[in-house]
């Protein structure tokens, strides 16, 4: 029998979150690094915007076989040799924290963000393997699924196109994948589109009461605009989650900024775009209000 080849690890690396990774790769659950923020690197200049095509094992298979770490949950691997490749040392380098791609490895997870989000849990679904997190808890189920954010306060379910952060092998016994996790995703794919408006009228963002925000107005409506043809485009199912990620996204774009931002009227015009494609106001607003949280935890 032919011994493995060894693998090198290039100087600067970090030990203790490289070998994770490739105990977590030995064990078939595919890692990836990332950086501060709690968030993946981000793509390289020939993958920016996807332009490469895209990984295959993406929505749609495309050619991309870039060595680097791109595509966010997309690169993650079990192959230990990329792992410790050159390009991805690199990474390691910055690395803040160790993700895995829970679809990749037939699991999903429930992340539960809160205390009542717990207790939910615990009073509604069937008991399986848990890992503590810094505001609530993971719960791991045997079985893949579509990942769905803000499926009800709290609580995001990230499987199949996700990542979710690595903490620790958890305590308890897994379980099979119930129906009522399956049914929290599928409860927004059975809302029929509707010509729907949000109980107000919502106020136009306005540099008068964004005071301490470092952006030019220009970014500000771009980047909300961008977010706006995304939801509206979500006719007959993922308009809720399109929410929460432009929410999300315009979130991190001003975690830097002093402050006041008036984030609360970008999350107005979020809401009526994702009513008007048929979400329910009060799930919009969960998805919305979850989407705002910037990373620390605060309302950005």
């Known amino acids: 029998m032919t011994q493995p080849t060894p693998i090198r690890r290039a100087p600067g690396h970090k030990p203790r979150l490289l070998d994770t990774a ?14 501060a923020g709690k968030l993946p690197f981000g793509n390289c200049p020939d993958c920016t915007g996807n332009a490469c095509g895209g990984r295959p094992n993406m929505k749609s298979a495309g050619p991309c076989r870039c060595p680097g770490v791109c595509h966010a949950w997309a690169a993650a691997t079990t192959d230990p040799h990329t792992l410790a490749s050159t390009p991805w040392v690199a990474a390691w380098r910055q690395a803040a924290a160790i993700a895995y791609h829970p679809g990749g490895a037939g699991l999903t997870v429930l992340d539960l963000d809160n205390t009542a989000a717990v207790q939910w849990a615990r009073a509604t679904l069937p008991a399986t393997r848990t890992v503590p997190t810094t505001r609530g808890e993971h719960w791991i189920y045997q ?60 106020a136009p963002w306005d540099r008068s009461v964004a005071t301490g925000c470092r ?38 774009q001003h975690t830097a900024c002093p402050g006041p931002c008036a984030l609360e009227a970008l999350g107005e015009e979020i809401v009526a775009a994702a009513v008007s494609v048929g979400v329910p106001e009060p799930y919009a607003r969960r998805a919305v209000a979850n989407g705002l949280q910037a990373p620390s935890g605060r309302v950005a």
């Open 143 to 202: 079985g893949a699924m579509r990942s769905a954010n803000a499926v009800r306060p709290g609580v995001d379910v990230k499987s199949h196109m996700a990542y979710a952060r690595w903490l620790g092998h958890g305590t308890g016994r897994m379980t099979a994948l119930p129906q009522a996790v399956r049914a929290l995703a599928m409860r927004e794919d059975t809302t029929p589109a509707r010509a729907g408006v949000v109980s107000s009228s919502p």
């Open 215 to 252: 952006h030019t107005e220009r970014f500000v409506r771009t980047g909300l605009e961008r977010g706006l043809t995304l939801v509206r485009a979500r006719t007959e199912s993922g308009a809720g989650s399109q929410a929460f990620g432009t929410a999300r996204f315009l979130a991190i």
């Open 22 to 35: 490739i105990s977590l790769a030995a064990n078939g659950i595919p890692p990836l690094p990332l950086r």
